[in-house]
């Protein structure tokens, strides 16, 4: 069973980026696709953005613009770029791989944007 590895969370100032790293202990490249989710406590978890295997991309219209997904099959790692960070950008965020037999998840990374 492959297992997901997210890092790159912390805490920055509203305007500062950080870059988030979803790292597989296999080969991602046998992925359907690849996604970041976000969460607050007492809300739902919010789809932030897809990568699909032939490299597709779609971020939320709530980060359009200031999110990236992207790739790195030599790493087995899918990273999201983050810049303009806004205060309501703050939550635990999930990277997770669906396969045919379903979806694996990762444990998430803090992001806070506060000053």
């Known amino acids: 069973q492959v297992q997901l590895v997210e890092s790159g969370g912390g805490l920055v100032q509203p305007g500062g980026s950080l870059r988030l790293s979803c790292a597989a202990s296999?080969?991602?490249?046998?992925?359907?696709?690849m996604h970041w989710y976000r969460q607050t406590p007492g809300n739902q978890r919010e789809l932030v953005a897809s990568?699909?295997?032939?490299?597709?991309?779609i971020v939320a219209d709530s980060v359009k613009g200031r999110f990236t997904i992207s790739r790195d099959n030599a790493k087995n790692t899918v990273y999201l770029q983050m810049n303009s960070l806004k205060p309501e950008d703050t939550a635990v965020y999930s990277c997770?791989?669906?396969?045919?037999?379903?979806?694996?998840w990762g444990q998430g990374t803090q992001v806070t944007v506060s000053s």
């Open positions: 990568i699909s295997r032939a490299g597709s991309t």
């Open positions: 296999g080969s991602i490249f046998s992925f359907i696709a």
């Open positions: 997770a791989a669906v396969q045919i037999s379903g979806t694996i």
